[in-house]
């Protein structure tokens, strides 16, 4: 099967590999790319203490360029969405991970059932604001560090011809609704899109599928769970 990957180039070269392994064909077209701020990271770090939250490992991959700067703050206990983000944590080194499996509300719950005190969110930009809203309802008190940004990243013409050389994918992975909005705005061949009923799109969570055009809602099926596990077993 042909499937097209839409993640940032980093975390995409690990979904091919994944694909491959079940004997899939993989097409990569990146639509975002990772901007990091590691001075933000490393502010905020100095100037808090407690809790660390992360809704992405792409925050993970900015304290990982803090070296000597991060170990003190090793042995904060660390709250992540998705076991895959929890693994990169405790990779890097720190010693109390626990994570959730569903999306942010999700993890705000977890946070709460620990009684943190305080919270330090290791965010994006741009991003849901799922896991604030919820932890503002549950009463927990939080600061906000912006350590990356995903800058969109405009695919050269001839890069998608590439891809569409040999004919249309039978499947295209989403993972982020930003993605999907991404994908949707891009010009032809996507336009054809409705006319070919038989790819199927591939989105992580409800959230993700409501930026799919209503013409092709039908082509939707959603992972039983925000991961990518799930995401591949549906293939």
Known sequence: MRVLVTRPAHSATTTAQRLRDMGHDPLLLPLRWPVHDSAAAAGALATTSGAIAVTS??????????????????????????????????????????????????????VAAHKPGTLLYLAGTPRAETFEGRLRELG?????????????????????????????????????????????????????????????LLCLSEAVAEAVPGALRKNVTISPMPDEKSLLSLL
């Open 57 to 110: 490992a792409e925050a993970i991959r900015v304290l990982s360029a803090l070296g000597e700067k991060l170990r003190p703050h090793l042995a904060r206990p660390l709250f992540a969405v998705g076991e895959t983000t929890a693994e990169e944590a405790r990779s890097l080194g720190f010693r109390s991970v626990a994570s959730s499996q569903g999306n942010g509300r999700d993890l705000a719950d977890l």
């Open 140 to 200: 927990i008190h939080f600061s906000v560090a912006e350590c990356y940004r995903m800058q969109p990243a405009a695919p050269d013409p001839a890069e998608i011809d590439a891809i569409f050389a040999n004919g249309y994918p039978d499947a295209i992975l989403f993972y982020s609704r930003q993605t999907a909005v991404d994908f949707f705005r891009l010009p032809e061949p996507w336009s054809a899109l409705p006319k070919r009923s038989a790819i199927r």
